[in-house]
Every structure is written in C-alpha cells, then in structure tokens.
C-alpha cells in the first residue's frame, strides 16, 4: 500500500503561482511512476502530468505545457507540481497518483493508489 497526501492547494488570482506537494508513504516511493490529475466541477478527471522513477522523464497534458512542472525527490517522498501562470480553467481538484509501472502512465485506471485531492481555485 501506498499513501498519498496533497497540499499546497488554494485561492490564486489569474496569472499567479502555486507548487503543489504529495507526500508518499508506505511503500518505497521510487518504485513508482507519479502523476498528477485534476477534476474541475461537472467535468470528467483529467491527466496533467506524469514522472518517471527517477524523475528523469516527465510527461505533460497540452493543458500544461509550459506553465506547469512536475518533480519529485525521492529522498523526501515527496512530489511536486509547480504552476505557473494560472487561469481560471485550472480550477479544480488536484490529485496525485502511483503506478506500479515501468513507463509513464497518462491513462487513470493504470494507476494503483490515488490521495484525497486539493482544491485549487483561480479567480480571473
């Protein structure tokens, strides 16, 4: 078992920045491909980004590219999701995700473990 827990979610005006952390716990956290996804309210939950174990390769939904980075430390079991230049179509809850995988992962059912989300809002 992996547990996952975001933070570092919040209220942000367009154009501002937020980094958001998931903490890993349990099993040893470079086995795993991480990602991030995100629901916005009556949407289906999307990809955003995905990264490989040693965080060498990384993976971006068009969405993001450009603005958002995803790294991790596995020293600290930790990943991280740097947004930049916010919008207000960013709104939503944020999630990370493991995957007992070998190659990046952009698909939602091929991860094993999910955290709870983090609201992310961005007025305009």
């Known amino acids: 078992q992996v547990q996952l827990v975001e933070s570092g979610g919040g209220l942000v005006q367009a154009g501002g920045s937020l980094r958001l952390s998931c903490a890993a716990s349990g099993r040893t956290f470079s086995n795993y491909v991480m990602g991030w996804f995100r629901q916005a309210p009556g949407k289906e939950r999307e990809f955003v980004a995905t990264?490989?174990?040693?965080?060498?390769?990384?993976y971006y939904a068009d969405s993001g590219k450009g603005r958002f980075t995803i790294s991790r430390d596995n020293a600290k079991n930790t990943l991280y999701l740097q947004m930049n230049s916010l919008k207000p179509e960013d709104t939503a809850v944020y999630y990370c995700?493991?995957?007992?995988?070998?190659?990046?992962?952009?698909?939602?059912?091929?991860?094993?473990?999910w955290g709870q989300g983090t609201q992310v809002t961005v007025s305009s």
């Open positions: 995700a493991a995957a007992n995988r070998v190659v990046l992962i952009i698909t939602e059912g091929e991860y094993d473990y």
């Open positions: 990264i490989s174990w040693s965080g060498g390769s990384t």
